[in-house]
Structure formats: structure tokens, C-alpha cells
């Protein structure tokens, strides 16, 4: 695996990728992708930071792993290819944006526009075997991402982070809540819609309202 990051975030996370624990990953993820069919391809697991460099960082979504079947996972968490089916959970994020914001048009389910206006779209682990959701779980994703919330928090200032689901929302342990906006609500997964702990959260339209108030471009969702 090869670190082909973006400049800006080569230079916070240089110590980071420097570590034992993230060379051991970097030696597991190559032998995972010799063995196994792995996503996304090897080429696009750093993609959500090469569209949203550090600097230009104003909002963060946090997912937990890649979409494990073909031709879905391309690097930015919730987004799929253009060819791919879009997953059930992307059409609920859909749903919540056209009864929030009211003008959602998507024809596919990718979601590079969104990474290149500044959103982070982060999942906890970044690699998964090919049908086996989590099987890169616990070997070494985690603390990596973990740091990578860390460095944002510390060193920018008024960043959105939406935190879906239980293991997201244990994410904010790591964000300084004063100097950014933490909104948390349920998974947008099928079985959390239905439970309604999704729909009528609004984030889409807060998010946008807080960057406005802090002086940023809103992002055209």
C-alpha cells in the first residue's frame, strides 16, 4: 500500500504514518490485497483526503467501513461509483437532503462533488475484503482515523462534523465541541430509518447555516 496522499496532510500526518503501528497496517493491507479481492482499489484508499486537502477541510462525515461489493467503494465514505446501484443508505441521506434543503437532483451515487468543496468523507477503517463487512476492523484503521479527527479538531477552527450511528457518535471524545459544531443522529441505514432515529435530523441545512455564520461557503448538497 502505498501512501499517495495529499501534500497537506502528508506534512500533519508525516509522525503519524511514521509510526510501527501504521507500518504494520501498511504490511497487512499489501498482503490482504495479494491474497484477497480488496476495496477500494489500492489506488483510491486515501481518496477522501487527495479531494479534500487539509486546508480547504470544513466539514467531516464519518462513516465505519468501505462498501464490500464490486464497483462501489472508490475512497470517500457513503459514495459509490457511477455505475454502481446507489445503497440504501445513500438514498436515505438523499431523502433527508430533498425534505431539508428541498433540491436534490442526483442521477448516481457518487459524492466527489462534495469532497471537492471541502468535505471530508472519512470512514473509521479504509480497506475491507471483498463481501466480508469489517474484516479490516481492529488492525490499526481505527487509531489512524482516530488521530486524523484529532488534527482537525486541534488545528482548524469551526469545522462540521456529523457523527451517524452509535460507533460515529464515539467519535466525539476526540472534537473540541467549542471550537466546532458536532451534530450527531442516527445511521442513515435502513433498519435506523425505520426506527427513526434518521429522518428530520436537518443536517444538511445546519451545517450550511453554521458555515454561512462563520463567514465559510456553504456546500452544495
Not at 64 to 75: E, K, L, T, V
Not at 103 to 127: K, P, R
Not at 137 to 143: S, V
Not at 187 to 194: G, K, Q, Y
Amino acid at each position: 500500500m502505498k501512501v499517495n496522499i495529499h501534500k497537506s496532510w502528508k506534512k500533519v500526518l508525516k509522525s503519524e504514518i511514521e509510526k510501527p503501528y501504521f507500518q504494520e497496517l501498511v504490511e497487512f493491507v499489501n498482503e490482504e490485497y495479494q491474497e484477497y479481492i480488496c476495496f477500494p482499489e489500492k489506488d483510491s484508499i486515501f481518496e477522501a483526503f487527495n479531494r479534500a486537502t487539509f486546508e480547504n477541510v470544513k466539514v467531516v462525515i464519518l462513516g465505519q467501513d468501505p462498501y464490500h461489493g464490486p464497483n462501489q467503494a472508490h475512497g470517500l465514505s457513503f459514495s459509490v461509483l457511477e455505475e454502481a446501484k446507489i445503497p440504501q443508505s445513500l438514498k436515505n441521506i438523499y431523502k433527508e437532503i430533498e425534505a431539508d434543503l428541498g433540491n436534490h437532483s442526483a442521477i448516481n451515487g457518487n459524492l466527489e462533488h462534495w469532497a471537492d468543496q471541502g468535505v471530508l468523507m472519512l470512514n473509521a477503517v479504509l480497506t475491507v475484503r471483498a463481501h466480508e463487512a469489517g474484516s479490516h476492523k481492529k488492525k490499526g484503521w481505527e487509531k489512524f482515523t482516530d488521530r486524523v479527527i484529532e488534527i482537525i479538531s486541534e488545528e482548524k477552527e469551526e469545522v462540521v462534523f456529523m457523527l451517524w450511528g452509535g460507533p460515529a457518535q464515539k467519535k466525539a471524545t476526540k472534537i473540541d465541541g467549542f471550537k466546532h459544531l458536532v451534530l450527531n443522529s442516527g445511521h442513515p441505514s435502513p433498519l435506523s430509518a425505520i426506527r427513526g432515529h434518521w429522518f428530520g435530523n436537518k443536517h444538511f441545512s445546519k451545517t450550511n447555516e453554521y458555515l454561512i455564520a462563520h463567514g465559510k461557503t456553504p456546500i452544495r448538497w
